[in-house]
């Protein structure tokens, strides 16, 4: 099984991702996919560089272009534990990648959602150096990443988690989700060879 978490900058998707592993479900960020590309290319880890990297991707490659250098870390993590947990997806033709590349898997998005305002204070405060600085830049990122499709994505999630609250009613939000999740496809996430052995 692939979870998918999908959200906008900001939106609590990491908090989300970090429960996952708190169970014992591997992740893998398609936001570190492009950063490892960006290194290996020989540009140092500015936003600008990350930008445009994730870019150029897309036109070498094709809007699923992020979607295919991840395969290989997800099918390692499926092969290993029958279930992982891929954040960041910006796109259906991404989706659409990892369906193809696992046909047998089941794929269940869950979408993060928060107010604009409280997405931009949190990039704010935690500094990361591809974070917007001002609201115009956090605007442009935000319509850069609708472009992309998330939108799509996240009117397409089989769950939401709405973080317009506290921290600790996200939390509590975010414990409840997955908890949700997990039981209400259970089995689903044992591997090929498991399932093998039980019948």
């Known amino acids: 099984m692939i979870i998918v978490v999908a959200g906008m900058p900001g939106s609590g998707k ?9 169970r014992g479900i591997p992740s893998v960020s398609l936001g570190d996919v492009v950063r490892t590309e960006t290194q290996r290319r020989g540009l140092k880890l500015t936003r600008e560089n990350v ?8 036109q070498e490659f094709g809007q ?15 092969s290993k534990s029958g279930i992982v947990v891929v954040e960041g ?3 259906l033709d991404e989706i659409g990648t990892f369906k193809s590349a696992f046909p ?3 794929i269940i998005i869950v979408a993060v959602h928060a107010p604009p305002r409280s997405r931009f204070e949190r ?3 935690r500094k990361r150096h591809d974070d917007p600085r001002s609201w115009e830049e956090f605007e442009e990122r935000d319509w850069k990443e609708l472009r992309f499709g998330l939108g799509n994505v996240i009117a397409m999630a089989d769950y939401m988690v709405v973080n317009d609250g506290s ?3 996200y939390e509590e939000a975010v414990r409840g989700v997955v908890d949700r999740i997990l039981r209400e496809n259970e089995g689903r996430g044992k591997s090929r060879a498991e399932v093998g052995k039980l019948e």
């Open 51 to 58: 930008a445009k990297v994730s870019m150029r991707l897309r």
């Open 64 to 78: 699923d272009a992020v979607a295919k250098l991840a395969i290989p870390k997800v099918r390692e993590h499926l």
């Open 14 to 22: 990491s908090r989300l991702v970090t429960e996952f592993e708190k």
């Open 123 to 125: 990039l704010r405060s």
């Open 104 to 106: 047998w898997e089941g």
């Open 167 to 169: 921290k600790e009613e």
């Open 89 to 91: 997806v910006r796109s």
